[in-house]
């Protein structure tokens, strides 16, 4: 399939979905094992890290949701093609670039440890053994594991949790990362115009290698204005231009009402008729589908009122919501080693009869009595793509307006 028509039309039919993996999340096994479930559901797009370690592990599980799309494991699946690649840069400090930090030596020893319960990523150990690879001897922040929501920091009694940001020296890595994926996104504010113009001039030189483009930026007195100031500052743009309205970010796992402040961020710059496509991100969850059809916002439901076109929303944007949901599935038994060695995979080629071996960047054939893939793994691989695809079909269903029929099931914090 031509994916690049095919995320066009999604775009345009406002059934556009897409994974955020996380801007700061570099725990490879788990971005290789979601990416994977997640293009086999049926995404448009997968969110990652610019960082090549983090590209490579998500190539990886592209690679390997392609080779299990076309075995009888993915036939019945919704898997219509290699989803985008997109790496997330920003032009600031961001929230989505940050890892929290502490010393767990200065920890009282009669704290009950809030931040461990409330880690969305359990990124915050305080036993050496309790990393799902049993190799780590880290205690504190896991920092791959760490993408920066900052949860644990109001809830530490003694208030010694800070955060570190980052910004990632796009000069360096744009040469060898750029050519590797397919989009990016930038992560923007209000008042970084300068900021701004300096990123876009080094991503100016290789646009053209791109598919697309998308633009992040939070509320703000005077947001609208600042669009329009980043809009002229890029065009002419010879891809497609998304506005991600990042509402409440990192919060979708909280609870229903999080999706309140994204809904009402994309009705704000859908009004101010930007050029380019909006779709929401940040407290995007299991209801964000339903409200939209409620207020006939999605594309079908305003068509179908005879609304205007262009006044929908183009697609949405899971992150701590979309990963929380698969998984647990996922770590019952890792699909994938630390390693990142080829995950080997008991199924049948059409095409050769013979098994295959999904690793990046190309797939091998390999012996058909290598079959290391035991049944108990397969089956959890179909409950996380059942899980994943529960919550894609809400934007990708022919019917938005029962968006609730079939949904994945609830996701809470610990």
Same mark, same amino acid.
């Given at each position: 399939?031509?994916?690049?028509?095919?995320?066009?039309?999604?775009?345009?039919?406002?059934?556009?979905?897409?994974? #955020?993996?996380?801007? %700061?999340?570099?725990?490879?096994?788990?971005?290789?094992?979601?990416? =994977?479930?997640?293009?086999?559901?049926?995404?448009?797009?997968?969110?990652?890290?610019?960082?090549?370690?983090?590209?490579?592990?998500?190539?990886?599980?592209?690679?390997?949701?392609?080779?299990?799309?076309?075995?009888?494991?993915?036939?019945?699946? &919704?898997?219509?093609?290699?989803? =985008?690649?997109?790496?997330?840069?920003?032009?600031?400090?961001?929230?989505?670039?940050?890892?929290?930090?502490?010393?767990?030596?200065?920890?009282?020893?009669?704290?009950?440890?809030?931040? &461990?319960?409330? *880690?969305?990523?359990?990124?915050?150990?305080?036993?050496?053994?309790?990393?799902?690879?049993?190799?780590?001897?880290?205690?504190?922040?896991?920092?791959?594991?760490?993408?920066? *929501?900052?949860?644990?920091?109001?809830?530490?009694?003694?208030?010694?949790?800070?955060?570190?940001?980052?910004?990632?020296?796009?000069?360096? #890595?744009?040469?060898?990362?750029?050519?590797?994926?397919?989009?990016?996104? #930038?992560?923007?504010?209000?008042?970084?115009?300068?900021?701004?113009?300096? !990123?876009?001039?080094?991503?100016?030189?290789?646009? @053209?290698? !791109?598919?697309?483009?998308?633009?992040?930026?939070?509320?703000?007195?005077?947001?609208?204005?600042?669009?329009?100031?980043?809009?002229?500052?890029?065009?002419?743009?010879?891809?497609?231009?998304?506005?991600?309205?990042?509402?409440?970010?990192?919060?979708?796992? #909280?609870?229903?009402?999080?999706?309140?402040?994204?809904?009402?961020?994309?009705?704000?710059?859908?009004?101010?008729? =930007?050029?380019?496509?909006?779709?929401?991100?940040?407290?995007? @969850?299991?209801?964000?589908?339903?409200?939209?059809?409620?207020?006939?916002?999605?594309?079908?439901?305003?068509?179908?009122?005879?609304? @205007?076109?262009?006044?929908?929303?183009?697609?949405?944007?899971?992150? %701590?919501?979309?990963?929380?949901?698969?998984?647990?599935?996922?770590?019952?038994?890792?699909?994938?080693?630390?390693?990142?060695?080829?995950?080997?995979?008991?199924?049948?080629?059409?095409?050769?009869?013979?098994?295959?071996?999904?690793?990046?960047?190309?797939?091998?054939?390999?012996?058909?009595?290598?079959?290391? !893939?035991?049944?108990?793994?397969?089956?959890? =691989?179909?409950?996380?793509?059942?899980?994943? %695809? !529960?919550?894609?079909?809400?934007?990708?269903?022919?019917?938005?307006?029962?968006?609730?029929?079939?949904?994945?099931?609830?996701?809470?914090?610990?």
């Amino acid at each position: 399939m031509n994916t690049h028509c095919s995320f066009l039309t999604s775009l345009e039919e406002g059934r556009w979905f897409k994974l #955020i993996c996380g801007a %700061s999340y570099q725990h490879l096994p788990a971005i290789r094992d979601l990416a =994977l479930v997640y293009a086999i559901a049926g995404a448009d797009c997968i969110d990652v890290a610019a960082d090549p370690a983090v590209v490579r592990a998500a190539q990886a599980g592209l690679e390997a949701a392609a080779a299990i799309s076309r075995s009888a494991i993915g036939r019945s699946s &919704e898997y219509s093609g290699r989803p =985008l690649l997109m790496v997330s840069l920003n032009d600031g400090e961001d929230p989505h670039f940050r890892k929290a930090m502490f010393n767990p030596t200065a920890c009282p020893s009669q704290c009950h440890r809030p931040c &461990e319960a409330v *880690c969305p990523a359990e990124a915050i150990t305080f036993d050496s053994r309790s990393t799902h690879d049993h190799r780590s001897s880290t205690v504190g922040i896991l920092a791959d594991r760490c993408y920066g *929501c900052g949860r644990c920091i109001p809830i530490c009694p003694v208030g010694q949790i800070s955060t570190q940001s980052y910004r990632a020296s796009l000069t360096a #890595i744009a040469p060898t990362l750029l050519p590797a994926v397919d989009a990016i996104e #930038i992560h923007t504010q209000v008042g970084r115009e300068a900021d701004f113009k300096a !990123l876009w001039q080094v991503l100016a030189t290789q646009i @053209n290698s !791109l598919k697309l483009v998308a633009i992040s930026c939070p509320d703000g007195s005077g947001l609208i204005d600042y669009l329009w100031a980043l809009y002229d500052l890029i065009r002419p743009l010879p891809i497609p231009l998304i506005w991600q309205t990042d509402g409440r970010p990192m919060s979708g796992d #909280i609870g229903r009402g999080t999706t309140h402040a994204t809904i009402r961020l994309g009705q704000k710059v859908l009004q101010a008729g =930007l050029p380019g496509y909006v779709q929401l991100a940040g407290g995007t @969850n299991l209801h964000t589908v339903s409200k939209l059809a409620e207020l006939g916002l999605l594309r079908s439901t305003t068509l179908s009122r005879g609304g @205007n076109k262009t006044a929908a929303i183009a697609g949405i944007a899971y992150g %701590s919501y979309a990963r929380k949901l698969v998984m647990p599935i996922l770590e019952q038994t890792t699909l994938t080693p630390s390693s990142l060695s080829p995950l080997q995979i008991s199924i049948r080629n059409p095409d050769s009869e013979k098994a295959i071996s999904t690793d990046s960047p190309t797939i091998q054939p390999m012996p058909p009595k290598t079959l290391p !893939l035991a049944q108990h793994h397969l089956t959890q =691989l179909h409950q996380a793509i059942e899980q994943a %695809s !529960l919550l894609v079909n809400q934007i990708k269903g022919a019917d938005p307006q029962d968006s609730s029929k079939g949904s994945p099931k609830s996701v809470t914090t610990a």
